[in-house]
């Protein structure tokens, strides 16, 4: 199964703040200290269901059924903890905080991922997937006419050791953009798109009750 992310670029052609290991050190245990409840509580059934996909990825084939359940799952806690994210940027400009663009690019590589195990089958039933692959090439080419996108310095980790100058542009510009009209804001569309991927995926559970 190809890998839908390609080849990865430098970073050194970009410009931008060097994030030293002591302090990415100290902000990862800040983050998990200052984690609301609810949020705590969505990384941690992400964390289950990643889990649980392992332990079913070592069973036999007979358990192929529930292997796909834990896959469409997890895919689903993962929508919803970038959705979030996303949320968050609306209420407050977190363009220079590196923790933010931190978990930002990792959940988008989970996302990735999660597509990425989906069986050929399931990623070709358009009307499940065909929103989240306009999701991907939206954040792969947005902003339109830039030299990196946001998908760009999404996948290179952005906000792990180097937090680029246009990445923190283009969150800047998203928080400012919303600010400015909040029902026609890209950021609102973003929300609105991952919304019905995720109604697409959980229409296709043999059990609902995700929470939102």
């Known amino acids: 199964m190809g890998d839908i992310r390609g080849d990865r670029v430098e970073r050194h052609r970009d410009e931008g703040v060097y994030v030293p290991p002591v302090e990415k050190d100290r902000k990862e245990k800040e983050k998990f200290r200052h984690t609301p409840p609810r949020e705590e509580e969505k990384i941690l ?34 929508l919803e903890i970038f959705k979030n994210l996303l949320k968050k940027l609306m209420k407050e ?9 931190l978990q930002l690019s990792e959940n988008w590589s989970h ?29 792969k080419h947005y902003p339109p006419e830039s030299e990196h996108s946001f998908g760009y310095y999404l996948l290179n980790q952005a ?8 990445f ?16 026609e804001s890209t950021l609102t569309a973003w929300c ?9 995926l959980k229409n296709d559970l043999p059990f609902k009750g995700i929470p939102r």
């Open 45 to 78: 059934s992400a964390t289950f269901f990643f889990y649980l996909k392992k332990i079913f990825n070592t069973l036999s084939t007979s358990k192929k059924l529930a292997g796909k359940v834990v896959d469409q799952q997890l895919f689903v806690e993962h």
């Open 93 to 101: 400009d977190l363009s220079k905080s590196s923790e933010y663009a």
């Open 111 to 139: 996302l990735l991922e999660d597509f990425d195990g989906l069986e050929i089958i399931e990623r070709k039933n358009l009307k499940k997937v065909a929103l989240f692959r306009e999701l991907l090439d939206i954040v």
């Open 159 to 166: 906000g792990k050791n180097w937090l680029p100058f246009p």
């Open 168 to 183: 923190i542009e283009i969150l800047e510009t998203l928080h400012s953009e919303h600010k400015e009209k909040e029902k």
């Open 192 to 200: 609105s798109l991952i919304d019905s991927v995720i109604e697409n």
